[in-house]
């Protein structure tokens, strides 16, 4: 039998030098948005589900304050793609590591989030943040929401999840919206019930009507517009292969659509001439943010002699803006965010305003 022998100064080291604990870590998601209209940057780091600011800096690292012994800092393209560093170790900008990144960008933008781990030692200080490094990083002429809006409406979750749909429940429910027939549906055992049905009342009629001003809100759909593609062990593209339509929609049943007034139409397809490109080990997929302006109508039961029958429950109608006014196009790297083709969400915080 073999023996091993262990001098006893060896033996003295080895009581004296236990193994370290590992040093206890949060994770924060760290946020670099570039504008490439003004050059300007700004990285912001957050708790993990983004509920909390903790810093920001208008540079591409974090390097003061609570950062000053764990730097954090970006080496990208203006469309991310690069390498984040943390306390002097670089990783790609990608989610095939151990630290994982997603990164969307557009012609005027790019966003990249990193879930890093840092020590819990890390005194992220509150009422520390730098001041905003931007007021707003707008996307097409900025009308509609930066990808800042978009991918923290995107990642959010429980019950601020975004609603996934696919194209072809997208399409049914457009085909419903224009095939729909109204009833009146007056009580039969009312007074304008009887009077109606006596004929009293003469013709009546379904009309949509805006409630006041329509309270109009910027509120796009988000719509997936290629096949995801898995770019391997070397750079890849992905081009959009087909045209979706994006018909108007309603949050519940109306007698007909109503353009309200506001620069909008029925419905608009939302193109395919637009590529992304991709790293090694990504997946790059093509989104269109396709504006749309919300505004609240109601339906109106009206007779030629009786006048205004019954005034229905107002409901919030959507529908595209004309030539695609606000719309734009953006690519979306990550397994988190890259769905099925023709996938969609609708945003439903954008800027108050009609088109």
Same mark, same amino acid.
């Given at each position: 039998?073999?023996?091993?022998?262990?001098?006893?100064?060896?033996?003295? %080291?080895?009581?004296?030098?236990?193994?370290?604990?590992?040093?206890?870590?949060?994770? /924060?998601? @760290?946020?670099?948005?570039?504008?490439?209209?003004?050059?300007?940057?700004?990285?912001?780091?957050?708790?993990?589900?983004?509920? +909390?600011?903790?810093?920001?800096?208008?540079?591409?690292?974090?390097?003061?304050?609570?950062?000053?012994?764990?730097?954090?800092?970006?080496? %990208?393209?203006?469309?991310?793609?690069?390498?984040?560093?943390?306390?002097?170790?670089?990783?790609?900008?990608?989610?095939?590591?151990? %630290?994982?990144?997603?990164?969307?960008?557009?012609?005027?933008?790019?966003?990249?989030?990193?879930?890093?781990?840092?020590?819990?030692?890390?005194? /992220?200080?509150?009422?520390?943040?730098?001041?905003?490094?931007?007021n707003k990083i707008g996307s097409n002429a900025g009308d509609g929401p930066g990808l800042a809006e978009v991918f923290?409406?995107?990642?959010?979750?429980?019950? *601020?999840?975004?609603?996934?749909?696919?194209?072809?429940?997208?399409?049914?429910?457009?085909?419903?919206?224009?095939?729909? +027939?109204?009833?009146?549906?007056?009580?039969?055992n009312s007074v304008l019930g009887k009077r109606q049905a006596s004929g009293e009342c003469g013709t009546a009629k379904?009309?949509?009507? /805006?409630?006041? =001003?329509?309270?109009?809100?910027?509120?796009?759909?988000?719509?997936?517009?290629?096949?995801? @593609?898995?770019?391997?062990?070397?750079?890849?593209?992905?081009?959009?292969? +087909?045209?979706?339509?994006?018909?108007?929609?309603?949050?519940?049943?109306?007698?007909?659509?109503?353009?309200?007034?506001?620069?909008?139409?029925?419905?608009?397809?939302?193109?395919?001439?637009?590529?992304?490109?991709?790293?090694? =080990?990504?997946?790059?997929? %093509?989104?269109?943010?396709?504006?749309?302006?919300?505004?609240?109508?109601?339906?109106?039961?009206?007779?030629?002699?009786?006048?205004? /029958?019954? +005034?229905?429950?107002?409901?919030?109608?959507?529908?595209?803006?004309?030539?695609?006014?606000?719309?734009?196009?953006?690519?979306?790297?990550?397994?988190?965010?890259?769905?099925?083709?023709? *996938?969609?969400?609708?945003?439903?915080?954008?800027?108050?305003?009609?088109?």
């Open positions: 039998m073999k023996t091993i022998a262990i001098s006893a100064a060896a033996w003295a %080291v080895a009581l004296a030098s236990p193994l370290a604990p590992a040093e206890a870590t949060r994770e /924060l998601n @760290i946020a670099l948005t570039f504008n490439k209209l003004t050059t300007q940057v700004s990285i912001e780091a957050y708790n993990a589900d983004r509920t +909390e600011l903790l810093a920001r800096s208008c540079a591409f690292s974090l390097q003061d304050g609570a950062f000053k012994d764990f730097p954090i800092s970006f080496a %990208v393209d203006d469309n991310g793609s690069g390498n984040i560093s943390v306390q002097g170790t670089a990783h790609p900008t990608n989610d095939d590591g151990p %630290v994982v990144c997603d990164r969307l960008y557009s012609p005027t933008e790019s966003l990249v989030t990193c879930s890093v781990a840092v020590p819990a030692s890390v005194a /992220l200080q509150d009422g520390a943040i730098a001041a905003e490094c931007f923290k409406n995107m990642a959010a979750a429980g019950s *601020d999840a975004p609603e996934i749909v696919s194209a072809a429940d997208a399409e049914a429910v457009f085909a419903q919206n224009i095939t729909a +027939e109204e009833t009146f549906g007056l009580a039969p379904i009309v949509t009507k /805006l409630v006041g =001003n329509g309270n109009p809100h910027q509120n796009p759909m988000n719509v997936q517009l290629s096949y995801p @593609i898995d770019c391997g062990q070397g750079q890849c593209s992905v081009g959009a292969t +087909e045209s979706f339509t994006v018909g108007w929609s309603v949050s519940a049943s109306i007698g007909s659509w109503l353009s309200g007034g506001f620069a909008v139409s029925q419905s608009i397809t939302t193109g395919n001439d637009y590529t992304c490109y991709g790293a090694k =080990n990504e997946r790059v997929c %093509v989104w269109k943010n396709q504006a749309q302006t919300a505004y609240t109508v109601r339906d109106i039961v009206q007779s030629s002699k009786c006048g205004v /029958l019954q +005034e229905r429950t107002p409901v919030v109608m959507w529908s595209p803006n004309s030539g695609g006014k606000g719309s734009y196009y953006y690519c979306v790297h990550g397994k988190n965010y890259c769905r099925n083709k023709g *996938d969609r969400w609708l945003d439903k915080n954008g800027r108050a305003g009609g088109p």
